[in-house]
């Protein structure tokens, strides 16, 4: 496990995830990290619009199969004004095996125009405090 990785979402790996070999599909795999690195950033950013810029070289290490529990895990290494980066992988709750690691991947913090915004973060927070007031408010 990749120091600063936190694990935060896991899957049960179930037969519509399979490809045509029954182990997980990639595209699957690929789908719900993009998910969980855009909910990661939104916290992170203390915005609820942000989009994918870039995704590094994915190195798919191992592979999952049907009835195995998957666990992401995602960290911030790197703020830029608009942006920030992202290391992940994913891994077998059980054995610990890395299933997949992706370098970096790339968040932009979108403004009300549709265009990139200087977020004015520079560090990882590990509270919720940057969920922006408007999505709390419709939760109440």
Known sequence: MAKGIT????KWV????????????GGSL???????????SIIQLGNKHVVTKFMSEINFIASAK??????????AIDFGRTSVTL?????NIF???SILTIE???FVNIGEDGKPEPH???HITYTRDRIPLEITKSLI
């Open 30 to 40: 690929l789908r719900w990290i993009d998910e969980e690195a855009a909910i990661y």
């Open 14 to 25: 179930r037969p519509e995830d399979l490809n045509a070999n029954g182990t997980l599909f």
């Open 66 to 75: 049907e009835g195995d529990l998957i666990e992401m895990g995602l960290t």
């Open 104 to 106: 970096k991947i790339v």
């Open 120 to 122: 004015g973060y520079d």
């Open 87 to 91: 290391r992940a992988e994913v891994r």
């Open 95 to 97: 054995t610990q095996e």
């Open 7 to 10: 694990f935060h979402t896991r």
